[in-house]
């Protein structure tokens, strides 16, 4: 049901907080033509934007409050893999109309992880359409600092944070007709599609270690060469390494699995390239101040490309990562 919401009021009902208090660093908010913005001394400013589509990035009876989540998550994934500290962000909203329960549950799931990550919204759009939601993310690291694609060594182990191909097998799962029978399992693949969950404190305990980055939103088989490429080597990845949550092997096949592993996008976990003297270092502060498995699952050669084995054997994957326009 529509409401008679005209556009201001939407914006500060649901959008604009107590005009009277700022977060750090800004300077002038929401309600004028642009916001103005104090970045620390010595910092890069870093800055990402991406724009979630119903239909195409989540199915069009998603919930609301999983929406404004994954619209802010993704963003925040990219600061992660840079290794910077999420700070601001706006907000561009467009929808078929000013729908009040709608919007209500989508600002609780996204200010719900705004709250988490000490990210306030300082301006935006909203206008009427299809529904799609653009959030452009700005942080700061040190200067210098920054964690990029390139950087990596021949000789670093390659390793990524969490489970792989569990949103994949939660979108089946959403998909599957007839529905998958409900279960602690199915559930929780479910999850880690709706709520991505941005590796923001793993990145910055990386920052100083890790030679390169980046996060896994288009699957490893797709963004993995990203990551070679731009450091100027090969890549070789032993498959039976993947970790896999008991929650995806509980509900798939092997070959499925694995498969989901490997090509899966929306995981939004970190891919790292870590010299080997200090990969121990790293997996041990992730696990103790995050709670957080870090996996070696390779490493990257002198020479291009990416190469694939399954115990000692070579091995081609068969299937690709996720391309808007493939």
């Known amino acids: 049901m529509s409401s008679d919401l005209g556009e201001f009021e939407l914006i500060d009902r649901f959008f604009v907080r107590d005009r009277r208090t700022r977060g750090p660093g800004v300077i002038l908010g929401i309600g004028d033509d642009a916001a103005l913005l104090d970045v620390p001394k010595d910092a890069d400013l870093v800055t990402a934007v991406d724009t979630v589509v119903a239909g195409r990035h989540f199915p069009e009876d998603s919930s609301p409050h999983s929406i404004g989540h994954r619209a802010l998550a993704v963003n925040l994934s990219d600061i ?63 200067h210098g600092t920054a964690l990029r694609r390139s950087g990596a060594g021949a000789g670093d182990y390659l390793a990524v944070s969490g489970t792989l191909g569990d949103a994949a097998a939660g979108l089946a799962c959403l998909k599957a007709s007839p529905p998958r029978a409900d279960s602690r399992e199915v559930s929780e693949l479910i999850r880690r599609f709706d709520y991505a969950e941005p590796r923001v404190g793993l990145g910055l305990c990386a920052r100083g270690i890790a030679t390169a980055a980046m996060d896994l939103s288009d699957g490893l088989v797709a963004d993995l060469p990203k990551l070679a490429r731009a450091s100027g080597l090969a890549a070789h990845v032993e498959v039976e390494r993947l970790p896999l949550s008991a929650a995806l092997t509980s509900v798939a096949t092997p070959s499925q699995a694995l498969e989901w592993a490997l090509s899966g996008g929306d995981d939004y976990e970190l891919l790292l390239a870590v010299p080997a003297l200090r990969f121990d270092e790293l997996q041990r502060a992730a696990a103790a101040r995050l709670n957080l498995t870090l996996t070696r699952i390779g490493e990257l050669r002198s020479g291009s490309g990416v190469t694939w084995s399954q115990s000692g054997r070579e091995f081609v994957p068969r299937v690709r990562g996720f391309d808007h326009f493939a």
């Open 80 to 142: 992660a893999a840079m290794g910077a500290i999420p700070a601001w962000a706006t907000l561009a909203l467009t929808m078929p109309d000013s729908n009040c329960a709608w919007l209500e549950k989508f600002a609780a799931g996204f200010w719900a992880l705004a709250d988490a990550h000490g990210v306030e919204l300082v301006g935006g759009d909203t206008t009427r359409g299809p529904l799609s939601v653009s959030v452009q993310i700005l942080g700061h690291v040190p």
